[in-house]
Structure formats: structure tokens, C-alpha cells
């Protein structure tokens, strides 16, 4: 089953912008993680934040999580056309069972 | 070394065949993960492997069999299978350390199987 929904759905900006992609979820999680997916290949960890926590910082990624409205946001600041993937957001529940959201396609133009 | 391998990279199999895929880590992780991707979807768990025992199975059909032969490679056994299998085949690997936090997930870069 699908924990997460993702929005948009597809996101096509110019480089140098900032793309927002947010990410809802069901149940109580230990912490939330977000992962790119380049076209057909394997996952890449970006960033993870605890259930404590409510924001994070990594290079050009800002995460949110706000657990009392069970949402999650990243932004990706002064995108490059090598941000162009698929990302998704994944909460773990306990047990080291993840669920992924549906993702969000994110376009960048050159 | 920081990398999940798997094999083969794309696989063509029949109804009636028999097949495996196959991944490998050498970070030492005592959690590895099946995961089954469908075209523009999120990749969906399929069974945990946790110090070599099956931790977690998602409902799985039995055509299905995984097995963790040794705490570095994780072997998923078709048979039977259905073109409604064709998909993207992703093992991950992760710590399997006492705190949840630590769990970083590193992704293989998949086999696309193609049944027919």
C-alpha cells in the first residue's frame, strides 16, 4: 500500500529556479527521507529527517517536516538540467519497512 | 565501497522459464531489500531480509522465492511468471543498526525484467 502522496505530480521549471515538491503521509513514522531516481535506475538517499526534527539542510536541499499536518517539503534551490529525475519521499514506520510516496517528476530546462 | 550491485541488468524470460537475480553488497549492511518498480510508479517492497532471515514478506506470490544465501547477496528466484511482472527489480541495502535513524537505504541500480 502507498503511504505517501506526492505533489505535483510533474514539475517542469527553467534552470536557475527553485523546484518545491511536497509529500503527505498516513501514519505515525520514526523519520521521513527523500530519494532521486534518475530514469530507470536505482534510488539515491538525498536527505533524512527525523520525526523531531522540522527542517534540514543539505548543500542546495531544504527539507520540512511538519508531523501534526503529516507533510513533508524539499526544496531545491538554483536548479541545475542535472536535477532532472524522479524524486521520492519515504517514511519508515518501525520495523524497516519503508513506503514510498508516488513521486514527483521534476523537469529542468536548460 | 559504497555500491549495490545487481544482475543481470535486463532479463527476457518466458512464462514457463526459470530465473534468478541476483544482488550483491560488500558494506557490511545486515538488512537487504527486494523491491518491485512499475513504469512512472514508486517502488513497492517486496520482502526484508534482516541478519540472513526473512524479516518481512508483502504478500508476495510464490513465484516469488527469495533467498539470502550469506549476509553479502540476496537471490530472488522466478518461476511462472506472469507478463504483469515485468518491471523494474531493485535491491537495497541498509545497517540494520538499533536506531531506525541510521537506516539509510542503498539502492542497486535494478534488473528490468520483461516477461512474456
Known amino acids: 500500500s502507498q503511504q505517501g502522496e506526492e505533489d505535483p505530480q510533474a514539475l517542469s521549471i527553467q534552470e536557475g529556479e527553485n523546484a518545491t515538491m511536497n509529500c503527505s503521509y498516513k501514519?505515525?513514522?520514526?523519520?521521513l527521507q527523500w530519494y532521486r531516481q534518475n530514469s530507470g535506475r536505482g534510488l539515491v538517499h538525498l536527505i533524512l529527517?527525523?520525526?523531531?526534527?522540522r527542517e534540514k539542510h543539505s548543500g542546495r536541499l531544504r527539507v520540512t517536516l511538519d508531523t501534526s499536518k503529516k507533510s513533508s517539503s524539499l526544496l531545491i534551490t538554483a536548479s541545475r538540467a542535472a536535477d532532472t529525475a524522479s524524486y521520492f519521499c519515504?517514511?519508515?514506520?518501525?520495523?524497516?519497512?519503508?513506503?514510498f510516496g508516488a513521486g514527483t517528476r521534476l523537469f529542468v530546462k536548460a | 565501497d559504497t555500491e549495490v550491485t545487481q544482475t543481470p541488468k535486463h532479463l527476457v524470460m518466458g512464462m514457463t522459464n526459470k530465473k534468478s537475480l541476483k544482488c550483491e553488497q560488500h558494506?557490511?549492511?545486515?538488512?537487504m531489500y527486494w523491491y518491485k518498480q512499475k513504469a512512472k510508479k514508486p517502488p513497492e517492497l517486496m520482502f526484508v531480509?534482516?541478519?540472513?532471515?526473512?524479516?518481512i514478506n508483502e504478500s508476495v506470490p510464490s513465484r516469488f522465492s527469495p533467498e539470502c544465501p550469506n549476509s553479502s547477496l540476496l537471490n530472488l528466484h522466478l518461476h511462472a511468471l506472469q507478463p504483469e511482472d515485468s518491471a523494474l527489480y531493485l535491491c537495497?541495502?541498509?545497517?540494520?543498526?538499533?536506531?531506525?535513524?541510521?537506516?539509510?537505504?542503498?539502492f542497486g541500480p535494478g534488473t528490468r525484467l520483461l516477461v512474456l
Open positions: 501514519t505515525s513514522i520514526n523519520n
Open positions: 519515504a517514511t519508515e514506520t518501525g520495523g524497516f519497512k519503508t513506503i
Open positions: 531480509y534482516s541478519y540472513e532471515k526473512l524479516s
Open positions: 537495497a541495502s541498509s545497517t540494520r543498526s538499533r536506531d531506525p535513524n541510521q537506516e539509510t537505504q542503498y
Open positions: 558494506m557490511g549492511h545486515r538488512a
Open positions: 529527517i527525523r520525526s523531531n526534527e
